[in-house]
């Protein structure tokens, strides 16, 4: 079964042309290393709350905006290889291709597919 990779961050409202630049890279390098599919999504409608929320998730800024974006790969193994040759790839250096966003404030994780309809 498929494997997704998930996260969710605060990228400066004034930096999202250099956020989609830099996706597109790390899509790329992914895809080189097996991904299937990468999805970055922009924040339209994600509303603060009192308790829980993206933004308070990702200690969202005034000046900021939510994105969400998931990896589907083949399998973990896949996905654990993938990665570990993504890290060795020029493109993925920092010093090609920088975070646009706050990396301490990046929430991810590895998901099993419980459901796909």
Request: aromatic share 10%; hydrophobic share 45%; glycine share 6%.
């Amino acid at each position: 079964m498929s494997y997704v990779d998930g996260f969710v961050a605060a990228v400066p409202v004034d930096s999202k042309e250099k956020f989609i630049a830099h996706a597109k890279i790390m899509a790329a390098v992914l895809k080189d290393n097996g991904a299937l599919n990468i999805v970055d999504t922009w924040a339209d409608d994600v509303p603060d709350g009192e308790v829980t929320s993206l933004p308070l998730a990702v200690n969202k800024k005034e000046d900021e905006a939510v994105v969400f974006s998931w990896i589907v790969w083949p399998s973990k193994e896949v996905r654990e290889a993938g990665w570990e040759a993504a890290q060795q790839d020029p493109r993925m250096d920092p010093q090609n291709n920088p975070m646009p966003f706050d990396g301490k404030r990046l929430i991810y994780g590895g998901f099993n597919i419980v459901s796909d309809i």
